[in-house]
Each structure stands twice: as C-alpha cells, then as structure tokens.
C-alpha cells in the first residue's frame, strides 16, 4: 500500500509543507539521522518529496525520491519510499550534485 499523500491532503492533516526547505544551502551534505515526517507525491517531476525534520538541530528540510527510469520504482538502496514508515527516525546521506541540488543518495530507517 502506498502512503504518499497529495498536497490537500497534507495541508487537510495539518501538516506544513511551506516550513520546509529544499534550498541546498539549507540541507547540509553528509550522513545524519532525520525524522521522515510525511511524503507528498511530487508535483512537477515524478517522484516523492519527503519531508524530513534533522534529529540534531530540527531543521525541517525537504528531500526528494526521483522513479528509477529503468525499474520505475521510488528506491534508494533497500527503502521503497511508496511505503516506507513515516514519522520514523532515518539514517539519510545527502551529497550536493554538479547543479548545487541537495541529492538523497542513501535512506534506511533506524
């Protein structure tokens, strides 16, 4: 069963998309533990923006899942974001690509 939600959705559950950033001067590269708070299926690429909160610090930022072109899957390593737990603690990796964007490359719950 999948469990990203549409931005109505979120906004009907009252989350808070808008305090979250996806500016990569905001998104610290490295390895850290975040909370993954609630997914949205992204708007105008195909993917799951997921909407973390930093354990240190709580820093909201928010990370996107792109679908493997060849497997059509959400998948980093061994999480499936379709079904991933949300409001659960994550080991995440983020590195910074050749554009500047902040880039999930690694995912696992804790």
Known sequence: MSNPISWNQALEAEHTPKEYSFRAADIPEGSYQATLDFKIWADKVTGISCYFTKADSGEKILLTVY????????????????????EALYNIEVKHNSKGNAKLVKATPV
């Not at 679908?67 to 949300?86: A, K, M, N, Q």
Request: glycine letters at 4%; zero cysteines.
């Open 67 to 86: 679908r493997d072109r060849t497997t059509r899957e959400y998948v980093l390593g061994d999480t499936d974001f379709r079904d991933s737990p949300i």
